[in-house]
């Protein structure tokens, strides 16, 4: 009992104490100053941020799913961070071509000089290979740029590790070759062969599948994340192979027509489809119809490209000019105009565009930015007419397919110096491999997360008042917008200053009022009647 007494004296002791902290308001706390380092992290840190602000928790009032949130933006913070902090162990520096003076420019050095200037290793890379019976040819590197792939029209396919010199497979097939690409690695290919898609071992040449339901391809792409092999025909059917189960995801008919041009976005894994009628559709395989339909080009598209941020689009038309879009407002920033058809077009990682047209090669710099640029930053001539142009990923090469064969071309300052070994390895051994593999199908993401913005993913989804509320005060702006184009109209019809012209006027005047005092009436009605409804669930 006494040890009892004591305890709650020594309670009331501590009650009766006055806490320092209490007096203080919380308000009215001391904020911790940022050091500079702290400042520098997050100015740096705002590139690797994605387009979207993050999502709040306060929005829900479920607890679970806030605290949910909150541990996923402190851990997009944190990695930010780490992304900025591994910057300083970035051993290399893209470089480009810097004339001594003004009256010197870039464009004038050609590829024999630039050999000649360069280390012996850089130079070995530039070769050619002559292969006039096979082509025109297709062409496609592996994600860690090590290995080539080429197609012949006349079904020549051969498989070379370039870095190397070593030709891993060759097939002589026999039948047209309209396209063919890499998988998920060097070690399957895909080809689009006249009548089905084929499926080949790199290492053996061996046939593993054919897809009789891709009927006469003539473009294809593959989705590396979500392991989708999407493929266009001759008739604009679209469609979407799980390569990891072998069946077909989606089928989407694009009435169109037939489609020779195919550009994916790798920041949302958007196809982008050119179509001869000068339109660019963008499709998800979760969407029966295109997503965005854009009117390009007065004639047919003949190529397209787009850039590794995902954010702009270049398109080449059969009227000569090649135009460059934005895809957050679908806008054109710039357009460009050529004697001859931009039929090739490619982008590096350091955000270099190349143009083929005929047998000639431009390399535009900074095309970009806000700025038009005058002239390109190089320019080389080809053997024969160019078919294709891909950049070697993680080196300064350009890889051209051409007519009679295939070459390469040096281009400083276009390839991305430093590589993130988990996601392409250029110095890859089969042990790292394999582990890849594996851990690329346990992260495989399935095709519903396919969407424009794919930050909406994660997200809560805002309030039904707050969205209906907003589309009201657009369609009123719009409505607004009509009437003073009627009005205007109205004056400009009557060309003589008489009573029945002015009686006119102000009768169609006034039933317009009217008519919008009417809107506007049931219009407050529904808003009263929604608000009171809507305020019960939320």
């Known amino acids: 009992t006494q040890s009892t007494w004591e305890s709650k004296e020594k309670r009331d002791d501590k009650r009766s104490k006055p806490n320092k902290n209490n007096n203080l308001d919380p308000k009215k706390k001391e904020k911790k100053v940022k050091t500079q380092t702290e400042i520098k992290h997050e100015i740096e840190g705002k590139k690797y941020e994605r387009q979207a602000p993050p999502s709040s928790a306060t929005q829900t009032q479920n607890r679970k799913l806030s605290s949910k949130i909150r541990n996923a933006s402190k851990q997009k913070k944190l990695m930010i961070k780490q992304a900025v902090q591994a910057e300083l162990l970035l051993p290399s520096e893209a470089g480009f071509i810097e004339p001594e003076s003004k009256l010197e420019k870039t464009w004038q050095i050609n590829q024999n000089t630039i050999t000649e200037a360069v280390d012996l290793q850089t ?19 592996s994600p860690n740029g090590r290995h080539l792939l080429l197609g012949g029209n006349k079904g020549h396919v051969a498989v ?11 097939l002589k097939l026999g039948e047209t070759v309209r396209d063919a690409i890499f998988l998920h690695d060097h070690t399957f290919y895909a080809a689009a062969q006249q009548k089905f898609l084929y499926i080949y071992d790199s290492n053996s040449g061996a046939e593993v599948h054919c897809m009789r339901n891709h009927f006469e391809p003539t473009r294809l792409a593959f989705l590396k994340y979500h392991f989708l092999l999407v493929s266009i025909n001759t008739g604009g059917v679209l469609r979407y192979q799980d390569t990891s189960t072998g069946s077909v995801a989606v089928e989407r008919y694009t009435g169109l027509g037939s489609c020779s041009t195919m550009a994916l976005n790798p920041w949302n894994a958007i196809i982008h489809l050119g179509h001869p009628n000068g339109t660019v559709t963008l499709w998800s395989p979760n969407v029966g119809k295109p997503l965005v339909k854009m009117l390009c080009h007065r004639g047919g598209i003949a190529s397209m490209a787009i850039d590794r941020s995902g954010k702009f689009l270049v398109t080449g038309g059969v009227d000569g000019f090649t135009k460059i879009w934005d895809l957050r407002t679908y806008t054109e920033v710039q357009s460009y105009k050529k004697r001859e058809v931009p039929s090739v077009l490619t982008i590096s990682d350091r955000g270099l565009l190349a143009i083929g047209s005929g047998r000639n090669v431009e390399i535009w710099k900074d095309v970009f930015q806000s700025a038009k640029q005058e002239e390109p930053y190089m320019k080389h001539k080809a053997k024969s007419e160019i078919e294709r142009m891909k950049f070697i990923p993680f080196e300064d090469l350009l890889g051209i397919s051409q007519r009679i ?12 110096p430093n590589f993130d070994s988990f996601e392409a390895n250029p110095y890859q051994t089969g042990r790292q491999r394999a582990e890849q593999e594996v851990h690329a199908l346990i992260e495989k993401l399935p095709a519903e997360t396919i969407a424009l913005n794919p930050t909406d993913i994660g997200k809560v989804k805002p309030s039904t008042v707050r969205v ?28 003589r200053k008489d009573k029945f012209a002015r009686k006119q006027l102000k009768r169609q005047s006034r039933g317009v009022e009217r008519v919008q005092r009417e809107k506007s009436k049931i219009e407050k009605k529904f808003d009263s009647a929604l608000d009171q ?4 669930f939320e």
């Open 123 to 141: 130079a070995a890379k530039r070769f050619e290979l002559n292969l006039p019976e096979g082509g025109p040819y297709s062409l496609d590197f």
């Open 160 to 170: 070379v590790e370039w870095s190397k010199f070593h030709l891993q497979s060759e």
């Open 405 to 416: 064969g295939f070459e390469t071309m040096i281009v400083p300052g276009s390839a991305e």
């Open 468 to 495: 209906l509320r907003e589309r009201r005060q657009l369609s009123a702006a719009a409505n607004k917008r009509k009437l003073s184009q009627k009005k205007n109209k109205l004056t400009k019809k009557i060309l």
């Open 533 to 536: 409804a809507l305020s019960r």
